[in-house]
């Protein structure tokens, strides 16, 4: 049989390098795509036409799984965003998911299958203070997701989202380098009580890859939070039950 062949975005470190880890250890050929060097990848910027057409061309005419997984923070009060910084960030987190999908969804469409995974947020499910065009490229990556999953649903093409909650990564530690918050902010707020690991959000989107284990889901914003969208309890209430 012939291989099965799934590319990741920002798959040089955190989250992105462990979903190609564990989909290449699932028996995938897989191709990432990032800024840095990356085994058996392609160098480039997800918002870069370009780049994204000369990814298209490396891969061939089978691709089996996209994971749009490359993504930037911006963490400033709303009135403070710069129109520059808000292009830049809506560029990587949305404007990159469209161009590829659109154009390694039109291989998948040419083959009648596919699945692709965008890693949204919790951002994306609700709104987090100080991250205006963070929540909003979110938001809008959901939004591009259940749009795809009804018109290619039809067509043998899946798109669902995964929507991590805090996740330890390179990024939470630059985080809370800039001293925006601290780990008890986000582990007292989650009823799990702790920080979502890579591995959680690799599981996940493993999950929605597979045809034999999903293959009747389309459409979805799968939160992978430890409970984080479905509490509305008050601190001291939420704490009280640990």
Not at 45 to 68: M, Y
Not at 207 to 235: I, K
């Amino acid at each position: 049989m012939e291989q099965r062949v799934a590319v990741v975005t920002g798959a040089a470190q955190g989250m992105g390098l462990r979903i190609a880890e564990l989909l290449r250890a699932e028996g995938y050929s897989v191709v990432g795509f990032d800024l840095s060097a990356t085994e058996g990848g392609v160098v480039g910027d997800v918002s870069s036409e370009e780049d994204v057409a000369r990814l298209a061309a490396h891969v061939g005419d089978r691709v089996d799984v996209l994971v749009n997984n490359a993504g930037i923070a911006a963490i400033t009060p709303f009135e403070e965003t710069s129109p520059q910084l808000w292009r830049r960030v809506m560029e990587i987190n949305l404007t990159g998911p469209f161009l590829l999908s659109q154009a390694l969804g039109a291989k998948m469409l040419a083959r009648g299958s596919g699945s692709i995974v965008n890693i949204a947020s919790v951002a994306g499910l609700s709104g987090v203070a100080d991250r205006a065009a963070y929540n909003a490229s979110k938001h809008g990556l959901i939004g591009m997701t259940r749009t795809l999953a009804v018109e290619w649903g039809g067509r043998g093409v899946r798109v669902n989202a995964v929507c991590p909650g805090w996740v330890k990564t390179e990024m939470d530690v630059e985080s809370q380098a800039g001293g925006h918050y601290g780990d008890s902010d986000i582990t007292d707020h989650v009823p799990m009580g702790r920080f979502a690991v890579p591995g959680d959000i690799a599981q996940a989107v493993a999950f929605l890859a597979d045809p034999e284990r999903s293959g009747f889901v389309n459409g979805v914003a799968l939160p992978v939070d430890g409970g984080w969208t479905a509490d509305g309890s008050w601190q001291s209430l939420r704490l009280s039950k640990r």
